[in-house]
């Protein structure tokens, strides 16, 4: 399990959608009975979503709170169906257009380019001032 600095393709676009507010394309890469944890969700956030269905829910509303940008430094390990991923986003709020770095930590499972599950470990934006 050598790291790389790639995303694998099935991800890569899917965070491309993501970059352009089309959640129903980022959200596709997941199983309809996939799980999506924040093991470190910011105070009142949630911390598990089960379901394609919820976890679309969820996502819908970020667009309106947060323009994603490039992700970088990126290093990937893969064995078979796991997937860890540390990255770092480079976003803006949009009430503010504060810039938001964000520290990424994902760990992924997948099962033919579809993801069960996803524990998202992030350093959380700060909150609005």
């Known amino acids: 399990m050598s790291p790389t600095n790639s995303l694998p393709d099935w991800l890569d676009h899917a965070l491309e959608a993501l970059q352009a507010g089309d959640i129903k394309?980022?959200?596709a890469i997941y199983a309809e009975d996939?799980?999506?944890e924040f093991p470190v969700a910011a105070a009142g956030g949630p911390r598990r979503l089960e379901g394609?269905?919820?976890i679309a829910a969820y996502m819908s509303r970020l667009?309106?709170?947060i323009r994603f940008g490039s992700i970088d430094d990126i290093r990937v390990r893969e064995a078979g169906d796991e997937l860890i991923v540390e990255a770092s986003g480079h976003h803006h709020r949009l009430s503010d257009d504060t810039s938001l770095d964000i520290a990424y930590i994902w760990f992924i499972t997948h099962r033919g380019g579809m993801i069960t599950h996803f524990r998202d470990y992030m350093?959380?934006?700060p909150a609005s001032e």
Do not use: G, I, S
């Open 25 to 27: 394309a980022y959200t």
């Open 123 to 125: 350093a959380p934006p």
């Open 63 to 65: 667009p309106e709170m």
């Open 52 to 54: 394609r269905d919820q």
């Open 34 to 36: 996939a799980v999506h």
